[in-house]
């Protein structure tokens, strides 16, 4: 009997669809689950007279694959990936490769890609996104980690990954270590981000115009046939329209306490790591942490007041203002994100393809737009561009909707409904196409209670001083650095 081509551990819903992907795309599939009733189930169900082969131990596993091996994990990221690599690496020889195409963190992937390393063996930390669909019909995989592998994992990749409409597959590869998950991880922040501004569209919407689910759900339609064109617009327009067996609206049936597995924290916090103002993400991410606490809020809104919420103005006009404001806030989210790739591959090292990055995301994944096909031209276009704002696209976008972006948030603001992504991304667009911030004022504070010292705009820049600002402190000042 021939070998499998790959073998893949854990059956839950992506493993089990990842798996029927392969194998519709003319690969033998080995697959293992700890509980191993659930391989029996499988095989004898929807992977019946398919090239799949169930397995009933890691050893099974490995045996019954071609070499090298190549071993693929879609278990719950943690203790749980350490656990199954410890227990699979006996089985193993050098060369052999271990794909882990969970979410884990990026720091993980790096250590995980040093220890087999060490041991001979080859490690891929590869993104996955498209959720069930599209880990059936054709995922977006970000793969980095060991270069070596990349040759014996692209065949199968680049098979089963979503195709753009010029069929380039929504994979390549990324770098090496941890970049992989890096990019696995921006994404998932720039995903948080775009979800959270088209909810709060949908609540001014819904609280200040007092439009119908079905009204929504046509506005929504008609914006995903022009510039805002994505998956996540297009399934909005069908949740608003979806009515349950009693002709409800299953969305007015949803409790409003968003939950988060930690892709977006993670995004915001390595932010914080890297001194980047990913500002607009780590909204969405407290927006979600606000959400959580409906008990509190169900107190708050018996005691705290706002204005009224009603909006008597042009209703059209309104929501040109919100299609605007929507639009280049969702530019400032991947000015962002791209930021933040930007600085680590400086940090790690990586030599990350930005202009492969958008074409991996054009499809299967849940960030897929044809937004992302404009910045795949800008980073075509100048390899070494710092911010997507200052791509004569973008810039020339953001200049024509900033009217009504403006209107869109201040509205907002005067009718109290809360709009924390879009505000961020405004106010990052002001603070950075300002040449003069107040921060001058923070470093004097800093100086004045602590002794931080401060640089000149008269000295050339790496000198700094110290000034006593009461008398009383003397001539001593703290060291600097930058946390």
């Not at 131990?57 to 749980?80: E, F, H, I, T, Y």
Request: charged residues 25%; aromatic residues 8%; hydrophobic residues 40%.
């Amino acid at each position: 009997m021939s070998k499998a081509d790959i073998g893949v551990i854990g059956l839950a819903v992506m493993g089990e669809n990842l798996i029927l992907n392969m194998a519709s795309k003319g690969f033998t599939v080995a697959c293992y689950n700890r509980t191993t009733e659930k391989v029996d189930a499988f095989v004898a169900g929807r992977a019946a007279g398919k090239s799949i082969v169930g397995c009933r131990s890691l050893g099974d596993l490995a045996d019954a694959l071609q070499k090298p091996r190549r071993v693929m994990l879609m278990v719950k990221a943690g203790p749980a990936i350490d656990a199954i690599i410890a227990q699979l690496m006996p089985f193993l020889e050098p060369g052999d490769i271990i794909i882990d195409g969970g979410n884990s963190h990026f720091p993980d992937s790096i250590r995980r890609g040093e220890a087999l390393e060490a041991e001979g063996l080859l490690f891929v930390g590869a993104g996955v996104s498209g959720g069930e669909e599209g880990a059936l019909t054709g995922p977006s995989i970000m793969p980095g980690g060991s270069p070596q592998a990349w040759e014996h994992v692209r065949p199968i990749f680049q098979r089963i990954a979503a195709q753009t409409e010029d069929g380039e597959p929504c994979c390549d590869w990324v770098g090496e270590g941890g970049a992989g998950h890096f990019v696995k991880m921006v994404h998932n922040g720039i995903e948080y981000g775009d979800m959270q501004m088209i909810c709060e569209v949908y609540d001014f919407m819904r609280e200040a115009l007092g439009m119908t689910n079905d009204e929504m759900s046509a506005v929504f339609g008609e914006w995903d046939e022009g510039e805002l064109d994505s998956y996540l617009i297009e399934i909005t327009r069908d949740i608003l329209a979806y009515r349950d067996e009693t002709d409800g609206h299953v969305v007015d049936l949803i409790l409003d306490a968003a939950g988060q597995k930690g892709t977006g924290k993670w995004t915001a916090s390595t932010a914080l790591d890297l001194g980047q103002p990913l500002t607009l993400i780590g909204e969405a991410v407290f927006a979600r942490c606000l959400s959580a606490i409906k008990d509190e809020r169900v107190a708050a809104a018996e005691v705290l007041n706002g204005p009224d919420e009603a909006y008597e103005g042009d209703r059209a006009a309104i929501l040109e203002d919100l299609r605007s404001a929507l639009y280049a806030s969702k530019i400032v989210s991947y000015a962002q994100g791209y930021q933040l790739m930007r600085a680590a591959a400086r940090e790690y090292g990586w030599k990350l393809n930005y202009g492969g990055i958008a074409l991996m995301w054009r499809g299967g994944c849940i960030i897929r737009s044809a937004f992302l096909g404009k910045i795949k031209e800008a980073f075509d276009g100048d390899a070494d561009l710092v911010n997507l704002l200052l791509d004569p696209f973008f810039e020339n976008a953001v200049e024509k909707a900033q009217v009504r972006w403006r209107r869109a948030v201040a509205t907002a603001v005067q009718l109290g409904i809360p709009m924390p992504a879009m505000t961020a991304a405004l106010a990052y667009f002001d603070g950075y196409r300002r040449a003069r911030l107040p921060a001058n004022l923070l470093q004097a504070q800093r100086d004045y209670f602590g002794a931080h010292t401060y640089e000149r705009v008269d000295r050339p820049r790496g000198e700094h001083f110290h000034t006593n600002w009461t008398g009383r402190g003397g001539a001593t000042s703290a060291s600097t650095y930058d946390a």
